[in-house]
């Protein structure tokens, strides 16, 4: 099993919505090492849920991939923000995976908080600069963070 960080702003899809649906595609995503990631998940991986552009950022919940090889339908949807014009229906130039709901951790994990227990070697998301909403966590970063939600 992997780990992985997603992001997103609470504001746009929470980890609230993701409890009430139980279900969602990850889509929208246009950046490429992001989408690479995304292709790289497999059945079963854990995916910790992040809110950023928010007050306090951090990882307020667990996910599951529950489907992966996704074609992201809003790369085909002239209405959407997330419209390629590239992208074909044959040849679709961004994949996107499914995730079901697992919990809702009791308290945030700030950013601030993983910055100071964790390096860019375990988790990317301490990176300064770091701007990716897809990418992967440690096995040992995975394990702190378990002990500490």
Known sequence: MNYWLM???PDVYSIADLRRDKFSIWDGVRNYQARNFMRQMSLGDLVFFYHSNTKIPGIVGLARVV?????????FDVNSEYYDAKSQLDAPRWQTVKVEFVEEFTKLISLDELKAKFTADEILVVRKGNRLSV???SESAAQKIFKVR
């Open 135 to 137: 990418m992967p966590v």
């Open 67 to 75: 489907e992966t090889g996704i074609a992201d339908p809003t790369q």
């Open 7 to 9: 992001k997103s702003e």
